[in-house]
Structure formats: C-alpha cells, structure tokens
C-alpha cells in the first residue's frame, strides 16, 4: 500500500496555467517554432493502393521557381533501421497502401511545395488490392499478442454448454465503424539539422511524449540520444496519434537533413491524416451472453474481427474488457486479424476498451429487456468480488456506486422499461444506460528533478499536455509533495532537455510524471530538508519496485442517455448524457471535467457521427475531411454532465489517481445505442446509428 | 503558383470585373471562397484563373426596388439571418458555421449550383429572379429554370450574376432541412414553402439533380392548407415528384420519405401562420 499524499493544491480547480497563452494564440505549437527563413516541406502520395513505383520524373517539380529540393524512394537517404516498417520512409518502392509517401518536395513556401508535390509525375506498376474487412473471409489469422501484450484468445468453462442450458441468451454480431482520431492540431513538425560536428537535431513536434518520440527518431535515423533533442510545449490534441511518432516525423528529419543549418516545416493536411497518422480499426464483434432467470451470467463471450495494415501490425484488445467486467464462470474472447492492403491503424483514445464496451454493453441491454429486469440491476447484480480473469482483488471498484449515483442523478428510477412506447409532440423518448471501465496504468520510465531556485521549487520533467491540463496539474502533485503553495512550484516540460517521461498514453501521465515528482520530492526533503539552499537540486525516477502488482486496478464509471428519435425522419437528438465515474482522486476539476465530458462527446460522435468510409475499390477514405467526417458539433450536445466519486485507492500510487483521459469514451456509444432502442424499438447494432436505418422499423 | 498576378483580377466594380472577365475567360470567379479554395486545397478542381469578387462592393447589401427586394449577389449570407422572408433567414441561419456565413454569399450558393444548397430552395419557393449583367447588358430571369444539372446554370459566357430580386408581397414562408448532425451540415434533403392568400408552393432541395419544385405538388399542397387534402396524399405527391439521389450518407428511399415529411411540415406551418390549423 503506499502512503497517500494528503491534498491540498490537489483537488483544487485551479484555472490552466497556460490557458492565457492559448485563448491569446501566443502559446507556441510546432509549426509556429519561430525559424529563420524556413523551407516548407509537402509530400507525394501514392495514388495506388498496391504496386510499385517504376519511375519518377521529378523534372517540372525542380524546374519551378523557389524549390529547393525534390526527394523520392529512388533517392532518399538510407535509413539506420527499417526495422519498423511503417518509419521506413521513402526506402522502398513497392506501395502497400494507397496515400504511403513516395517522395517530398522542399520549396521556399509551402503553396510552391505543394505545388510542386503536384508536379511530380510517379509512374506505378499496379496490383490489384485486398481492403475488405469481413467477418467470413477464409485468411483471417490469430495475432500472437493483442495491444499492449495481451493474450489473443482465453477462454475459462465452457460457453458453449452454458448457452445451450441457460434460461435465457443473447446472441448477436455488433459492429463499429472506422473512426480517425482526427486532433484539432495537425501532425506537424519544425526540423532542423545543424551541421556542426556530427550533427544535431532539433524537433519542435506534436508529440504526446517527446521521450519517447526522440526514441525512436533515435533508432531509425541512426543517431546517439544526446545528439537529438524534441520539443513540444503545447499540443493541440493527441488522442493517441501522436503516442507514437508515425512516418511525418521521420520525413521531417530526413528533409531536415537534406537543408542543413536550416529549419524545416511539415504539417500534415487533414487529408493526409487519413492515410498516415494512424486510426481505429473497424471491429466486428460476436456476443455471446447467457444467464438464469434472476439475470446472474453463466457465460459472456465475445469473438472479435478486425484489421491490420499488412505493413505493420496493430492488434486492437477489443476483447479485453469482456474478460473482467463482470461475474461470469464460462468466459471467453478471440480476436482475428484480416490483414490488408491499407494504412496502419493504431492507438485512438481508449484502444480496446472503446470498441470493445459496445457490444457486450448493448447486449447486456438485450439480456435485461427479455429478462424484464432493470438494466441498471442487471449490471449490479454480476458485480465480480475479484477480479474474473486473474483472482486478484481490486484496488477500488466502485461500479455499482457509479450505477445507483447515477440512476439517481438521472432520474432513472421508476423508467418505464417499454420500448418505443414514449411519444412527446413527434418524438419517441428513451433513455439507456451502459458500464464504463479504463484500466489504471502506469509507465516504468519517469524522473523528475526538483531544484530550489530563487526562493521556489522548480520541477522539471519531459512530460506532455496534450490538452490534458499537465502544465497546471503537475504543480498541484508538486505542491503538495513538497507541502508548499502551489504558487511557488514552477513546472517545466515537453522538452528532451529535461529528465526522461514516459508516453502521455493509456492514461497513465499523470500517475507516472506524479510518481515521479513524489519520489523526488520526499527524496529532495530527505537529503535537503525544508530549509534547502539555492540550488539544491533532486533526480529521482519513478519506484517501480513499489509498483503494486497484487491488486486489479481499474476507473469505472456509468453513463446514462437520454435520446429522442422524430417519429417521421429518424432524426436522433442526445438532450441528455449524464456520467459518474469512480476514478481514483481528482487532481483537478475544472481539467477533469472537461476531459471527461470531451470523451463522452466524442463517444457521442462514435454512436451518431463518425464514420471513415472506404471505397474497397480504390483503397481510399473517401470523406477524409471534416467536412464530412462528422464529428458531433456543439448542438448536438444538450445537458451533458460529468460526476465523479470521491474515490480513494491506496494501491495505484501516491496520489491515488487512475488516470481520466479515456474511460469517459467508453460506454458511451453502447449508452447512445440502448438509449435509441429504447425511444425507438429498434435495436441498431451497427455503428453509427444513422437515419434511415432506423427509418423503416420506427413505430 | 497558385495565385501568380497576371491570372488573379481584384476589381473593384461590376465594369472591371466584366473586363478582368473578358481578358480571362477561362477564370474561375470567386465570391466568398468557401466553395472554390477547398477545392483549390483539396486539389479536386484547378483554374486557369481568377476574379475576385470581394471587392466590388456595388454587390453588397440590400434594396428595395418597386415591389422587389434586391439582395446583392456579393451580399454574405450572414446578412440574411434577419431576412423578412422566413424561408430566405431560416436557410441562411443553417448554412454551414458563423465563420462560412460570413464568408459565404448569397450569389455564391446560386451559381454553385449544387442541389443541397441551402438558399436554392428557398429561392425557388420564393420565384426568385436573377439579374445577369455582361458587357452588353443586363437580363433578367427567373431562378425555376436557371440550374440545369449539379453545378450547371444558365449562366453565359462573360456574364456575372449581379443581383437576386426577390418579391416583397406578403406571404407566409419557411426552410427545414434534415441531417445527421444538428448544425453545420449539408442537407440530407431540404425543403422550403410559400404560402400566399391561400396558394402554397413548395420547392425541395437535394430532391433531384437540381432545385425541383412541381405544379401538381403545389396543388396537393394547397388543398392540404385549406383542408381538402390529407398528409398523405401530399406525401404521395412529393414521392411521386422527387428523384433524389443515393449515397453514403441516405438511401433515395430515405430521402423521397423525407421530402414527404417536410413537405407536411411546412404546409402545417403555414395553416398556423394563416390561423387554418394549431
């Protein structure tokens, strides 16, 4: 167990330190690094999903006025390691997926790059292509892991037997759609190559963790640690594609490289976010569930289907939260890969648990209604004592709190269980309600340094705010480990120059960078006391030695939603979303409200919105813009609420957060989904709901 | 470049921007830009070159002309929000966000020419005529008419759309329109009525390749206001009228459904407003 910090700065809603900056545009992000007569760097996209580039004629593009450089597959630097094959930029010339870059141009301004990038006249040899995802394709494959390093299939009893003898069963095929990330910041860069000695390289990044970025940047460009530096300040927004650096910031450097001793700036188009900075997988999801008539499990399965890029490959854990969210003694989950000729997916917010609360969420709602017991019950009632896959205790589990608060919150109790029985004027009302579950994680690597300087602490750790509010809510952990105002505690982060942090993922910062803070200030006031000298200063990484393994530690939470459906065109309004959610202490409220409602929101969107639509015959995202990529705007969000439990958990870590970024996503779509049945009576088990799929069955 | 000076004109009235016009007559013209510098962007269209609009201010704003109003065709849409006709503020109030409404200008969604326009159907309901200027003069037509498939028009050779009249007798009008999100979206499908001392037309858009309206659904339309008609024989109507199209975000079955709907809407609107229905 470890020794709680007692809050004082934590718990505060203390405004955003940087919130002045931003709301004035003076906060740096990477493309605005000021830079000396810069040159703008614009990518040649593969215009084939399959094949090989047989010639490039580069001719017009160097002819026109003001380009400085023109590099293609044929004439890249070789890189160190092509070891990851979605980093290898520009190193080979076979095409394996429409949109991979094949070439860059260097020009003066970025409308003569991209012109010239027009100019360039690629020749290809094309393959025919495999794009389609389907559940009955023969060449599905099973994944020796699934993201992070999770086992692919596991299985306990037998839910076969359980579902021929239970009294009652759902057995159903839910899907989702493939969602981009799509952060409000572009993928951008400034790079700069300075040619003294051996050379160093500066990047001014969007990164959701310079360590981590430099790592690897490190290990494709062949390049010491020290000899490579990433900044970055300010961050418009990650949602897992900036977790790991995708080929945009190896092309920088490469084209850095190219300009010596001058800067160079690539930011991603909208557009091209769809084909390389990664996305989410779409997920087919077989449910299987059985239960007795009292609504107690005796199975829960889930058999998952779903997408890699052939190029490298990206597992998502769909399965994984059916594995212990609920009390069940037949259990299991598969997952199955198609791989194919498309980009590569990745992390987006909540990589598993997302996708993977929707089905088994909206087929609980199922069990529930032919059942004729609450939905909010049901869940209750398959409350596990311990965790169901390993045995091991849970840290803190307050799912059912979360549930009966929010039933209260909500106005749940006394719900008319019918389905598509409520009409107000030409709408049919309804409300649904679904579980929420993230687990709690934290990182190996963090060390932070406290130094005493001019009568405040300074804290300095590579860390990164993406939006989370990092700048604000590490001096409050800070503070409080050094039991001092919080005013007088100064952070510095998202720089290389500073003690190493780990990935601003999994919703693990905050307990990793806080760790870290905390052992280096009890360190610092074992060694200096509270009287230190100017100058005194402390490095210390985080314990992972007294990282608790004995317990399962999760963030749980319920979301309710109201949803109304017009009678006459299917039109789907969200009037209310209310969550509650057990989430270890809350360092701050005003920057955890606004994480949780943003994840809601955008779980809103997955139900009703998003929706990356491929045309299998090109390969190609064809709505790869936002003007219709569809993502829930602002009057689509009616009475939307955030609530938290007053949770403490000794085991996770000596703030005793869980960690916030994620888990408000999921559920939500499966709340969105029940909620609509429920106005409607019809049960869309395919995301997004839209309109004329519920059209024809309204009553 | 994009924009090298001999291909990009910047007059600053209707005169000069018919001669930029003449010397380029492969130019694209460019009002409010919401439409062509995506384009531009995204690389889906390309120009030989350009004449700005923006600032020939002779096409901005309002008047009165006997008993027309006269929109400007450089107006933006964001001066239409407050329109005394219904259909024209409510179309103008859902199109796009703050920032395109500001941009965005009435001539602009005209000559566009798309059938999920926001301000072609209320146009259409509303018998809107359009002024068409060229170096040799000015005519005038009506707006039922001037669009003849997506992104076609009327339009001639070195003729710029200078004006929209629009008739100021009394009516009752409306504009709905149906999508997946709840602002800042293109139409599903749209629909605007104009209810004036009993006769109800309506017009639809995204209904078919253009801006559609017919005469034998105005007449179904006008029974239902007083009466003589149902909902569903003006949805019949509709359905019987309408080609709309089949996409990834609505089938034509959904669509021709909707029509109907709006269509009802707006009717019941208008026996309201003429204290016919509650």
Redesign the interface.
């Known amino acids: 167990m470890t020794e709680l910090l007692e809050p004082r700065a934590m718990g505060q809603g203390l405004v955003r330190r940087d919130g002045v900056a931003k709301v004035r545009g003076t906060a740096t992000y990477a493309f605005e690094t000021p830079a000396e007569r810069p040159a703008h760097c614009a990518l040649v996209q593969a215009t084939v999903a399959r094949g090989r580039v047989t010639a490039i004629d580069t001719a017009a593009a160097e002819a026109l006025?003001g380009v400085l450089a023109v590099v293609t597959v044929f004439t890249a630097e070789r890189l160190a390691s092509v070891e990851d094959a979605e980093l290898a930029a520009l190193q080979t010339a076979e095409v394996a997926f429409r949109g991979q870059v094949v070439g860059l141009v260097l020009a003066e301004t970025s409308?003569?790059a991209r012109?010239a990038a027009?100019l360039v006249e690629v020749t290809y040899d094309e393959q025919p292509h495999d794009s389609e995802l389907r559940a009955d394709r023969d060449d599905l494959y099973t994944p020796e892991k699934v993201n992070p390093g999770f086992e692919t299939d596991t299985a306990e009893g037998d839910v076969a037997a359980a579902m021929a003898t239970a009294h009652a069963t759902v057995d159903h095929t839910y899907s989702t759609a493939t969602y981009h990330n799509n952060p409000l910041e572009p993928h951008a860069t400034t790079a700069l190559w300075d040619p003294a000695g051996d050379g160093f390289l500066t990047l001014w990044d969007s990164t959701q963790g310079v360590h981590p970025s430099r790592a690897t940047v490190c290990q494709v460009l062949g390049l010491p640690q020290d000899h490579v530096q990433v900044v970055a300040p300010h961050v418009g927004g990650g949602f897992g594609s900036k977790g790991t650096p995708h080929v945009n910031v190896v092309l920088a450097a490469m084209a850095a490289r190219v300009l010596p001793g001058r800067a160079v700036k690539l930011a991603l188009?909208r557009?091209q976010m769809f084909s390389l900075a990664g996305y989410r997988t779409p997920t087919i999801q077989h449910v299987q569930v059985a239960a007795d008539a009292e609504g107690r499990l005796s199975a829960i399965a889930i058999d998952v289907v779903e997408q890699t890029s052939k190029v490298k490959e990206f597992a998502e854990q769909t399965g994984v939260p059916t594995r212990m969210m609920y009390a069940s003694p037949n259990r299991r989950t598969t997952h199955r890969l198609a791989a194919l000729d498309l980009p590569v997916n990745s992390w987006m917010r909540a990589p598993g648990e997302c996708p993977g609360m929707f089905g088994p969420e909206v087929a609980l709602d199922e069990l529930a209604h032919d059942l004729g017991i609450d939905p909010v019950e049901l869940r209750i009632r398959n409350e596990p004592e311990v965790d169901p896959e390993t045995g091991k205790p849970w840290s803190s589990r307050h799912l059912v709190e979360c549930l009966r608060e929010g039933a209260e919150r909500f106005g749940w109790t006394g719900r008319d269980p019918r389905p598509g029985v409520r009409r107000e004027g030409g709408w049919l009302v309804g409300t649904g309600v679904a579980s929420s579950v993230y687990p709690t994680m934290r990182m190996a690597d963090s060390t932070a340094l406290i130094r005493f300087e001019a009568g405040r602490y300074a804290v300095e750790i590579g860390a990164a705010d993406i939006g989370t509010g990092t700048w604000t809510t590490l001096p409050q952990i800070a503070a409080d480990a050094l039991d001092v105002p919080v005013d007088d505690v100064e952070v510095r982060i998202g720089d290389t120059r500073y003690p190493i942090a780990s990935v601003a993922g999994g919703s693990s910062g905050l307990n990793t960078w806080g760790s870290a803070v905390v052992e280096a200030a009890r360190a610092f006031r074992g060694e200096y006391g509270t009287d230190p000298a100017d100058g005194d200063e402390m490095e210390t990484g985080v314990d992972q030695a007294a990282q608790d393994e004995d317990h399962a530690a999760y963030a749980f939470g319920a979301q309710f939603v109201e949803a109304r459906v017009d009678a006459?065109?299917?039109?789907i309004?969200v009037p209310r979303h209310l969550g509650v959610f057990a989430a270890g202490r809350i360092v701050n409220p005003r920057t955890a409200r606004s994480q949780f409602v943003g994840a809601m929101t955008m779980g809103l969107s997955m139900a009703?919105?998003e929706n990356s639509?491929l045309d299998p015959r090109s390969g190609h995202v064809?709505?790869h813009?936002l003007?219709e990529y569809?993502i829930?705007?602002?009057?689509?969000v009616g009475d939307l609420q955030a609530h938290w439990l007053d949770e403490h958990d000794p085991w996770v870590n000596a703030m005793g957060t869980k960690g916030i970024g994620e888990i408000g996503i999921t559920g939500a779509a499966a709340a969105v989904a029940n909620a609509v049945w429920h106005a409607t009576g019809v049960r869309v088990r395919d995301l997004?709901i839209?309109?004329?799929a519920l059209?024809p069955s309204l009553p | 470049m994009l924009l090298a000076a001999p291909r990009f004109a910047l007059p600053e009235t209707v005169g000069e921007a018919l001669s930029a016009l003449a010397e380029r007559p492969d130019a694209v013209v460019v009002a409010g830009g919401t439409e062509v510098m995506p384009d531009l962007l995204w690389r889906v269209r390309t120009a030989a070159g350009f004449v700005s609009l923006r600032r020939v201010g002779a096409l901005r704003g309002t008047s009165r002309d006997g008993d027309e109003l006269v929109v400007g065709a450089g107006t933006p849409v964001a001066a239409l929000v407050d329109a005394e006709a219904g259909a024209l503020a409510a179309a103008a109030r859902s199109l796009g966000t703050p920032l395109v409404r500001t941009e965005a200008t009435i001539g602009g969604n005209v000559v566009s020419a798309l059938p999920y326009r926001n301000m072609l159907p209320a146009l259409l309901a509303l018998d809107a005529r359009l002024e068409l200027t060229s170096d040799t003069g000015r005519r005038t037509v009506a707006f039922d008419g001037f669009t003849t498939a997506p992104g076609v028009t009327r339009l001639g050779e070195g003729e710029l759309l200078t004006a929209v009249r629009l008739p100021t007798r009394p009516c009752f009008s409306d504009y709905v329109k149906i999508g997946r999100r709840n602002a800042q979206y293109v139409a599903t499908v749209s629909a605007a009525v104009v209810s004036r001392n009993g006769a109800v037309r309506l017009a639809f858009g995204n209904a078919g390749p253009v801006p559609l309206r017919s005469d034998a659904v105005d007449v179904v339309a006008t029974a239902l206001l007083d009466g003589r008609a149902g909902p569903d024989d003006l949805r019949a109507a509709v359905a019987d009228a309408v080609d709309p199209p089949e996409d990834t975000v609505a089938s034509a079955a959904y669509r021709r459904h909707a029509l109907g709907v709006l269509a009802t809407r707006l009717v019941v609107r208008a026996q309201v407003d003429a204290g016919l229905g509650s």
């Open positions: 006025d409308e003569t012109e027009d188009t557009q006459d065109t299917g039109e309004r009703l919105h639509l064809v709505n813009d003007a569809h829930s705007v602002n009057a689509d997004p839209t309109l004329d059209l």
